[in-house]
């Protein structure tokens, strides 16, 4: 059972240091099993019960981490959202998702002053819910990706093996808690090999210049980045001195996870860090991480995103030619379904099958994705969903039409543009003005698009790739 592998591992690498903070504070895998312990204890008494499904707004720390895994074994289900969410969102979503529990502040935990006198026979091991990842549907209305511990900890174990994680990687977790590179790839994946994990600050603008210090600092031999971090760090470290150069040069992998990694961000990577890039590929239903890149010769073919597991199935469906398809899934680490306001949706086909909606072929065991047709792009890692600002833009009674889009970027991966077609006799400059009010009111900053451009008339079609296709020359 992999609940009870998980748990061992605890107890095999008990007295060895687990994470590191970015205080420097040092917790071994006793200590953090034990306060994972105390969460369990502390959520009872918060009236927590099987199944109870608990709302985390916060950012990045170590007791995020410990809720996660406190979940996993107290039979709860960790609703992980970004803290920039607006206020009315988080009421819609809470409506769906039936919570009652909102956790803003992960401090007030006070695990220190809580006595452990839990068991661990205690623990819930059958295989419960434990994961509620936020999305959005067609309609724009919050949907939840909803995850029982089988798959999650199937997924880990899966991937650690895949990334080649044990004992000795050392990796740093920079990524957002709430989706899926920073609970699969760089969490859960390295605690079920007992690595050892770097927790520092979730990387961001403001932070950049000082990415390196505490990787080179605690000797990270493993590093996950999206292909937005890093082509920052292209721009930032055009001219990397020595002491990066020497402490990049030993690392073991570097992957890039979240969204595509076009050639050109990185070769320029190589070109100044002298250090290759491999690329990962997965997305949230299908478990996460699910195929990664191994060798050199993988390295050098664009768009390959690696091989995956003996368990996982891959096929191609046709998709809309010039050497597109459509990729389907197959894998024991599918999520449960879709939580809706109409009940659990499991998308699959009658052969297990998921449509992924991402472009691209299978070739000889080997994956490529080239493009993605989804309503839901990726932007900087982070899921975004072009049907919300759709919606949120229609707020506006003047407008007749809209149609969002993302479009390749070099920093972003993806950067995302919005399409309006007005009603007549309505002043545009007075109406973008109202729109742009709308979308930062109602969105997050990384959802509020680049531009936006008026149409007199826009076509819609049942294919977003499509009309994706004749807009992006517009832009």
């Known amino acids: 059972m992999v609940k009870k ?23 071994s895998y006793k200590q953090f099993y034990e306060s994972v312990l105390k969460t369990i204890l502390i959520l009872k008494k918060k009236g927590c019960k ?3 499904k608990i709302i985390i707004l916060d950012e990045n720390s170590v007791n995020y ?10 039979g709860f289900v960790a609703c992980p959202l970004d803290p920039s969410i607006k206020k009315e969102r988080i009421k819609k979503i809470k409506k769906l998702y039936k919570s009652k529990l909102i956790l803003k502040d992960l401090k007030e935990l006070k695990l220190s002053k809580t ?10 091991y059958d295989d419960t819910d434990c994961l509620l990842i936020n999305s959005y549907g067609k309609n724009g209305e919050p949907t939840g990706i909803l995850f029982k511990s089988s798959s999650i900890l199937g997924s880990a174990d899966s991937f650690s093996k895949l990334a080649k994680y044990n004992n000795k990687t050392v990796i ?22 007992g690595s050892k994990i770097i927790v520092a600050e979730k990387f961001t603008v403001l932070n950049a210049k000082n990415f390196w210090a505490l990787p080179i600092q605690h000797k990270c031999n493993t590093l996950f980045l999206t292909p937005s971090i890093i082509a920052l760090m292209t721009t930032i470290f055009r001219n990397s001195n020595k002491t990066i150069l020497n402490h990049v040069s030993t690392y073991k992998s570097i992957f890039a996870t979240g969204s595509i990694l076009y050639p050109e961000v990185r070769k320029k990577f190589f070109k100044i860090f002298k250090k290759r890039i491999f690329s990962c590929y997965g997305s949230t239903e299908i478990g996460g991480p699910l195929c990664i890149q191994k060798n050199r010769a993988s390295f050098k073919k664009n768009f390959c995103v690696g091989s995956h597991s003996k368990e996982v199935k891959i096929k191609e469906k046709a998709g809309y030619g010039r050497g597109f398809n459509y990729i389907f899934v197959k894998t024991p680490y599918f999520m449960k379904g879709y939580l809706t306001s109409k009940g659990l949706i499991r998308p699959i086909d009658k052969k297990g ?19 993605t047709n989804r309503a839901i792009i990726k932007k900087g890692g982070e899921l975004i969903s072009l049907n919300l600002i759709e919606k949120t833009a229609l707020q506006l009674k003047s407008i007749k039409n809209v149609f969002a889009i993302g479009k390749t970027d070099f920093y972003a991966g993806q950067e995302i ?6 009603k007549k006799r309505i002043n545009k400059e007075r109406a973008l003005k109202k ?22 008339k826009i076509n819609l079609v049942s294919e977003r790739k499509k009309n994706k296709d004749q807009l992006i020359k517009l832009i």
């Open 50 to 52: 099987k199944n109870t």
């Open 353 to 371: 099958y998921f449509n992924t909606e991402d472009l691209g072929y299978y070739y000889k065991k080997t994956l490529f994705i080239k493009d």
């Open 5 to 27: 592998k998980f748990e061992n591992i605890f107890k095999i690498y008990s007295k060895r240091i687990f994470i590191i903070d970015s205080r420097g504070i040092k917790i």
């Open 65 to 74: 981490l410990i809720i996660l895994v406190a979940c996993i074994f107290g």
């Open 417 to 422: 543009f919005l399409f309006v077609s007005l």
């Open 115 to 124: 006595s452990l006198n839990l068991d661990s026979r205690e623990l819930n």
């Open 172 to 193: 740093l977790h920079c990524l957002p808690m709430f989706y899926m590179g920073g609970i699969l790839d760089t969490f859960f994946s390295p605690l079920i090999s």
């Open 435 to 456: 729109i742009n009010l709308i979308l930062k009111n109602n969105l997050r900053p990384v959802e509020v698009p680049k531009k936006i451009l008026f149409l007199d």
